[in-house]
C-alpha cells in the first residue's frame, strides 16, 4: 500500500519521482501480489483501490499514479490511517503486509502530535503490518519518520535522489522472497574467570517497557513462524536467566549479523574454550527449527583483522548516534569533538591494519568534520526555499540525516557501497 503526500511541497520533482517509482516497481511485482494507493493532503483519499496485479491493467495503473496532484496541507494520520484500512481488504497474518509511506514534512492539518500519530498507527497495526517511510527534503522530520518506521520493524529512507526511492523499494520486494531465518535468538555463555570488557554494538535492556517490547516481537515472530511456515518454534533462548541474549531481526539471505566481545583473557585461558554461544532460528526453506552451539575460544577460527574491522564499525555507529544526541541537543562544539577524536582514534587503528574499510570510515568522519563547519550557521537568503526551515542552515538537518544513515549502515541495518 502506497500512501503518498500529496501537499503543495511536494510539487514538481519529488512527486514526480513518486510516480515514477511505483510505476516501476508495477512491473516487478507478481501476479498474486495486491497493491494499491492513498493520497493525503488537508483531505485524504483512496486513488487505486487494493487488488491483486492479475486484475490489474498496465494503463488502469499508470492511470491511477498520474492523477496524484499536489495541493493542500499535510495530515500524515489520517493517510496513515486511510492505509491501514485499505490493506484489509486482502491484509491477514498470513501475508507480507506493507505500507510504503511518502512525505516531506511534518503534518500540519488534522492531528499534528507525532506521539499521538505513532500511537493511532501502532494500535491499528499491531505487529501485522510493516510501515517504511521516505523523507524528502531537508525540512522533512526525519527523526520521526524514523521513530514511525522503527515502530513497526519498517524501514527509513532520506531520498536525496530518484534512485534512493528505486533501490529501497525494489529491495524490500526481493527480501520477501529470500527470507531466510525468522525468529533468531542467540545465547552466550562466557566463562566466570573471563571479564567481559565491551559488547559492541548491544547495550544491556535494563528498562521494563523495552524488555516488553523486545519479548512481544519474539512472540509476534513466533506467530509468524507457525502462521507463514507451519513451524513452531522452539521454547525461547532470550527468556531464560543465564548468559547474555539477544533477539535478531529477522535476516534474508546473504545477510550477516555480527555480535563482536571485547574481553580479558587471563594467560592460562589463552588456549583453552573460553565460553559457548548457541543460536537458534526457525529456517523458512526447510520449514524447520535449527539450533547450533559453538564452543567459543581465544584464537576464534575468523581472522582477527576481520574481526577488528567489525568491532570498529559497530564502535563508529555508536559515535554516530551519540553526535545525533549531541546535535539534538544543540551542542555543536561536543558533536565536533566528538567526530575529530573518533578520526584519531581510527587513524592510529588504521597504522597497525591497513584497512581499506577503516579507512573508508576515516574519509567519511572526516567528511562530517567537514558538514560540522556549517552548524549552527545560517544560509543567504538567496539560497533555495527548500534549504531553509525558519532561518536555520542546512548543516544540522543534512548532517543529522547523514549521520543516521551512517549509522544504520555501520550497525548492520543496512548495506550500501562506500
Known amino acids: 500500500m502506497f500512501v503518498v503526500d500529496t501537499s503543495g511541497s511536494m510539487d514538481g520533482q519529488k512527486l514526480d519521482s513518486v510516480k ?31 487488488k491483486p496485479k492479475a486484475k490489474v491493467s498496465d494503463v488502469e495503473f499508470s492511470h491511477a499514479v498520474s492523477s496524484l496532484q499536489a495541493t493542500g496541507g499535510t495530515d500524515i494520520n489520517l493517510g496513515i490511517q486511510y492505509g491501514i484500512d ?6 491477514n497474518h498470513h501475508r507480507l503486509n506493507h505500507i510504503y509511506l511518502f ?28 510501515l517504511s517511510t521516505f523523507a524528502f527534503g531537508t525540512d522533512a522530520n526525519k527523526r520521526e519518520l524514523d521513530a514511525l518506521a522503527g515502530l513497526t520493524g519498517g524501514k527509513s ?5 530518484i534512485d534512493d526511492i528505486k533501490s529501497s523499494l525494489q529491495e524490500e520486494l526481493n527480501r520477501r522472497d529470500y527470507l531466510a531465518g525468522i525468529n533468531v535468538q542467540i545465547k552466550v555463555k562466557i566463562d566466570q574467570d573471563i571479564s567481559i570488557l565491551y559488547l559492541y554494538g548491544h547495550d544491556e535492556i535494563k528498562d521494563p517497557a523495552r524488555r516488553a517490547v523486545v519479548l512481544r516481537d519474539a512472540d509476534q515472530a513466533k ?21 547474555i541474549r539477544i533477539f535478531v531481526p529477522d535476516l534474508a539471505v546473504g545477510e550477516t549479523y555480527w555480535i563482536i566481545f571485547e574481553l580479558g583473557v587471563p594467560d592460562e585461558k589463552i588456549q583453552n574454550a573460553i565460553g559457548k554461544a548457541t543460536v537458534q532460528y526457525v529456517d523458512t526453506f526447510a520449514r524447520a527449527n535449527c539450533s547450533r ?16 574491522e567489525h568491532a570498529l564499525g559497530l564502535w563508529s555507529s555508536e ?30 587503528a588504521n597504522d597497525d591494519l591497513q584497512s581499506e574499510f577503516i579507512s573508508d570510515d576515516i574519509v567519511i568522519f572526516q567528511k562530517f568534520m567537514s558538514l560540522s563547519q ?36 555501520k550497525n548492520g541495518f543496512q548495506r550500501m557501497t562506500l
Not at 517509482?21 to 483501490?49: A, Q, R, Y
Not at 485499505?86 to 491484509?91: D, H, K, Q
Request: glycine share 6%; with cysteine; aromatic share 8%.
Open 20 to 50: 515514477e517509482s511505483i510505476k516501476e516497481l508495477f512491473h516487478s511485482m507478481k501476479p498474486e501480489d495486491v497493491i494499491g494507493i492513498v493520497e493525503f493532503n488537508t483531505n485524504v483519499n483512496t486513488v487505486f483501490k487494493a
Open 86 to 91: 485499505e490493506i484489509s481488504r486482502y491484509g
Open 103 to 130: 512525505s516531506d514534512g511534518n503534518s500540519n492539518s488534522g492531528e499534528t502530535s507525532w506521539i499521538k500519530i505513532r500511537q493511532n498507527a501502532d494500535m491499528k497495526t499491531r505487529g501485522s503490518i510493516r
Open 157 to 161: 529512507t532520506f531520498v536525496t535522489d
Open 223 to 243: 506467530e509468524k513462524a507457525q502462521e507463514e511456515f507451519g513451524v513452531q518454534s522452539a521454547p525461547d533462548l532470550i527468556t531464560q536467566e543465564d548468559g
Open 293 to 308: 552451539s559453538i564452543d567459543l575460544s581465544s584464537p576464534g577460527v575468523i581472522d582477527s583483522e576481520l574481526v577488528t
Open 319 to 348: 559515535i554516530a548516534f551519540h553526535t545525533l544526541d549531541d546535535l539534538y541537543e544543540k551542542d555543536f562544539q561536543t558533536a565536533k569533538e566528538r567526530i575529530s577524536n573518533h578520526v584519531r582514534l581510527l587513524s592510529a
Open 374 to 409: 556549517n552548524l549552527g550557521k545560517r544560509l543567504l537568503a538567496a539560497e533555495p526555499s527548500t534549504f531553509r526551515s525558519a532561518g536555520m542552515s542546512i548543516g544540522p538537518t543534512y548532517f543529522t540525516c547523514a549521520l543516521n544513515e551512517y549509522g544504520r549502515v
